[in-house]
């Protein structure tokens, strides 16, 4: 796989991690982006424990949910070219950044299986170090961060948030979302209405910026 410093010894474990539940509903990553996910999780965690030892629960806890959100994950797919090898179903537009994200995690929990925490702990120690160096100080929720602005800049106002649809199988479903403030909208997807809620807030601070 390029630019991910680990050679399988078990491939039948890396193609499965990079089989989606669209293209084979018995076989696929699903179990092992469940173990992925608590792979990474703590991988993540130990990083920012020993990076910033004098940040408190809170702001350790708010960089933590940066670094292993669908947006994080998704980017780090991208980077190493991963749609390239992903067996897929349908790839739409809104679960392109979701089958990106789950198959990142599956591989983790491939390389986790096949050759151990420490393996699986370099892989991503590799691929995470120059993201967790990019914010100085630990970031705002988006939600937080756009009542703040729209407080600010609009005499109190909250954003108005809307549920819209949810979409996809009931076993991984897309919820959808709108959110509206200062006469601006943004729409956002995610595997749950919190999600969605989160990436509909991001959306609109990037365009509240400009």
């Known amino acids: 796989m390029k630019k991910i410093n680990y050679n399988f010894k078990n491939e039948d474990l890396l193609n499965l991690a990079l089989t989606q539940s669209g293209a084979d509903s018995e ?64 790839m739409t537009g809104g679960r392109i950044q979701h089958v990106l994200a789950d198959a990142m995690e599956a591989i983790f929990g491939a390389i986790f299986i096949d050759g151990g925490w420490d393996a699986a702990r370099g892989v991503i120690t590799e691929l995470w170090t120059d993201l967790i160096h990019q914010n100085e100080a630990a970031p705002k929720d988006p939600k937080t961060a756009l009542q703040e602005l729209v407080q600010k800049n609009d005499s109190g106002a909250l954003p108005q948030y809307t549920f819209l649809e949810s979409m996809g ?42």
């Open 169 to 210: 199988a009931s076993h991984c479903p897309v919820f959808n979302v709108r959110v509206t403030a200062m006469g601006k909208s943004a729409d956002g997807s995610g595997a749950s209405k919190k999600a969605a809620s989160i990436n509909a807030a991001e959306k609109l601070l990037k365009i509240l910026a400009i």
């Open 27 to 90: 076989h696929n990553n699903e179990r092992l982006e469940f173990i992925g996910d608590r792979v990474l999780g703590l991988t993540v965690a130990m990083m920012l424990y020993n990076t910033f030892p004098d940040e408190p629960e809170g702001d350790l806890a708010r960089r933590h949910a940066m670094l292993v959100s669908t947006s994080t994950l998704a980017s780090v797919a991208k980077q190493i070219d991963l749609s390239q090898h992903i067996r897929h179903g349908h």
